[in-house]
Structure formats: structure tokens, C-alpha cells
């Protein structure tokens, strides 16, 4: 059973950064590739970022040039670092990771930008 686990969300001041953290509990090269989404509070699911088992990266366009994933290996961890933070960034953020048509989901981490 692949276990998500996300961490570093909380509020923040607009224009402030956070990392958020997805711990997976095997190996991240065994998904064919690991995002990160986001729903704000009556608004649908989104796309944030997406880094596939090759390192391609693809970002939102609402959040490039601000937010960046990355990854660790040895950690088995993806990261979300979140600069220059915006209040319509507030939502949920949660973990995924694709293996084939199978998806797996951490359960979120709250993220509120607010002054």
C-alpha cells in the first residue's frame, strides 16, 4: 500500500514562502511521475506541478516563475517550494503519484496566504 504524506503547510503572510514536503514510502522512481495538486475552498482540484520519474518538470501557469517541485531521492521525497506567496493561493495542497493509471493521494496540507 503506497502511503503520500504531506507536511509544511500553515499561513503565511502574503508575498512569504513555505516548502511543502511529500513523503512516499517506497521508492519515488517506482511512480511514473509524482504532482502536486491543489483545491481551494469552492473551487475545483488543480494541477500545481508535476515532475515526472525523468525529472521533467511542468508548473501551472498561475504558479511559474514562483513555485517550483523538485525531488529527493534518497529521501524518497517531492518538494513544493512556494515563493512570493499570493492569497489566492489559500487551499489544499495534496501529494499525488502515477503508476500507470493508478493514482495515489496523500491526504493535503492546508496552505492559507493571508495578512
Known amino acids: 500500500q503506497v502511503q503520500l504524506v504531506e507536511s509544511g503547510g500553515g499561513l503565511v503572510q502574503p508575498g512569504g514562502s513555505l516548502r511543502l514536503s511529500c513523503a512516499a514510502s517506497?521508492?519515488?522512481?517506482?511512480?511514473?511521475?509524482m504532482s502536486w495538486y491543489r483545491q481551494a475552498p469552492g473551487k475545483q482540484r488543480e494541477l500545481v506541478a508535476l515532475?515526472?520519474?525523468?525529472?521533467?518538470?511542468n508548473h501551472a501557469d498561475s504558479v511559474k516563475g514562483r513555485f517550483t517541485i523538485s525531488r529527493d531521492k534518497a529521501k524518497n521525497r517531492v518538494y513544493l517550494q512556494m515563493n512570493r506567496l499570493k492569497p489566492e493561493d489559500t487551499a489544499v495542497y495534496c501529494c499525488n503519484a502515477r503508476k500507470i493509471v493508478t493514482n495515489h493521494w496523500g491526504q493535503g496540507t492546508k496552505v492559507t496566504v493571508s495578512s
Open positions: 515532475i515526472t520519474s525523468g525529472g521533467t518538470t
Open positions: 517506497g521508492s519515488i522512481f517506482s511512480f511514473n511521475d
